[in-house]
């Protein structure tokens, strides 16, 4: 956690990683993993290893509730301006359940240093997303809004069901060739003559 | 005179002279006494000489039952996922599923799930020289006995089909493959990451032992700290939340 302490002022930005899995800039392209990095910096930033593209104003990030313990807070990241020839880079890419991650950087207003580590600010995965057209009929020209929609691990997390029940079906989800299970249903009801002599 | 009156003429001439008072008398009711005796032995015989009938033993498996996880010790009984009747109907064997193997601690060393203690119909079991059959079996006032020595026999294993292991207090146990012990089974019951017994029970009426029982095991395992158990929860794909290490660490 960053120290603040000896600041009067600060200033705070947000940094953006969205990891997709299938991702293509055309419709016939082939799919090949792309992690996106941007942030509402002013220039560009790297956090381990990956530079994070400065949108300034263009990126809108709704607000989140800053809480002691995990929340199930949902966010909004909506990146402004985007020429209509990017537009196919989230249609024809497989962005949906993206896990993405949301990162706060503190700096020094006057010299622009970061204080401290970049910190966990949202984690969760990619929900839904929205592309708004936004024209201009005076300059006749046109951008457009991507709007993602965001939901917290937790929440995903609420919703998870995990392990294994004692039936073939359940057994051979996660090992197929196991046949340890295949006599649970027959076997349900069954009466052994114990000891009967025949 | 009708055919009754004859009859019961006769009757009561039998019955006045099995009523006398005199030697020829006395024998002849010694005689229908010794006849009826021996027929009611007969009878009784016959009805021993009736094959067993056995026990009628209802297999309930459950197909909804969730396996659970076993972090620090527990008591758990299982679910019985196979069973096999053989040996002319006089030995059982059935597979209870007892709980999910779990992975490994934060410091990277695999976790371990020991079989501390077996009960029998709340008898605590102990086991004879090969460490699997049992030999005496204990009340809860430490009272012994071995009336079902050698008619048990508890095959533990920890991790899959491949995987037997010995009872915690034991220093030797059962070293074969589940599928070699199990009636049946091939190397496809693989029985991965799963915590289980295979049991044999031997029928004996004159021992009381006719039925399948109630078994429930002590499990202790080596993951009991609560970081471990919370990086076990959260990062395991199988049982758990499956989240990433990556994602957990940060």
Redesign the interface.
């Known amino acids: 956690m960053a120290n603040l302490d000896a600041y009067t002022s600060v200033r705070t930005a947000l940094f953006v990683r969205i990891d997709v899995n299938e991702y293509r800039t055309t419709s016939s392209g082939s799919f090949a993993p792309q992690i996106l990095t941007f942030s509402d910096y002013d220039t560009t930033f790297n956090i381990n290893g990956y530079d994070y593209t400065p949108l300034g104003e263009f990126l809108t990030i709704t607000p989140t509730t800053s809480e002691l313990r995990p929340s199930s807070n949902s966010i909004s990241i909506s990146i402004s301006g985007v020429p209509t020839d990017n537009v196919a880079e989230v249609l024809y890419s497989k962005i949906k359940g993206s896990p993405i991650k949301i990162y706060r950087g503190y700096f020094d207003v006057s010299t622009g240093t970061q204080i401290g580590s970049t910190e966990g600010r949202f984690f969760g995965s990619i929900n839904n997303f929205s592309i708004l057209d936004e024209l201009d009929v005076t300059a006749r020209f046109s951008t457009n809004i991507i709007e993602f929609e965001c939901a917290s691990s937790v929440d995903t997390l609420a919703q998870k069901l995990t392990g294994r029940k004692t039936n073939p079906q359940s057994q051979q989800r996660f090992y197929p060739n196991d046949l340890s299970m295949n006599r649970v249903p027959t076997l349900k009801g069954t009466k052994f003559k114990f000891g009967a002599q025949e | 005179m009708s055919f009754i009156d004859t009859l019961g003429g006769l009757a009561k001439s039998a019955y006045g002279f099995l009523s006398g008072k005199g030697i020829a008398n006395s024998l002849a009711r010694t005689a229908i006494l010794g006849y009826a005796l021996n027929r009611t032995i007969s009878n009784a015989n016959k009805a021993n000489e009736q ?17 659970p ?1 076993v972090y620090g010790s527990a008591y758990i009984t299982g ?5 096999v ?1 053989a040996d ?3 030995t ?1 064997w059935l ?1 209870l ?1 007892l709980c ?1 193997k779990t992975g490994k601690l934060i410091d990277d060393t695999q976790s371990v799930i020991s079989f501390d203690e077996v009960y029998f119909n709340n008898f605590r079991l102990s086991f004879g020289s090969n460490g699997y059959s049992v030999d005496y079996i204990w009340d809860d006032s430490n009272n012994n006995s071995d009336v079902w020595a050698n008619q048990i026999e508890v095959y533990p294993f920890n991790g899959g ?1 491949t995987s037997p292991v010995y009872f915690t207090n034991e220093t030797t146990g059962n070293t074969q493959n589940a599928y070699d012990i199990m009636p049946g ?2 190397s ?7 915590v289980f017994c295979i049991v044999r029970i031997n ?1 004996n ?1 004159f021992k009381k032992l ?3 029982g109630e078994m429930k095991f002590k499990l202790t395992n080596t993951m009991s700290q609560p970081g471990d158990v919370l990086w076990d929860y959260m990062t ?8 990433s290490q990556e ?1 957990y660490k ?1």
């Open positions: 094959p067993d009938p056995g026990t009628e033993v209802l297999i309930d498996p459950d197909t909804e039952y969730k396996i996880v679910k019985i996922t196979d069973a009747m002319n109907n006089t059982m597979c599923t999910e089909s089974w091939t496809n019951h693989t029985m991965d990451n799963l029928y009426k006719t039925n399948i395991n794909t199988r049982y758990g939340a499956g989240i994602i940060q």
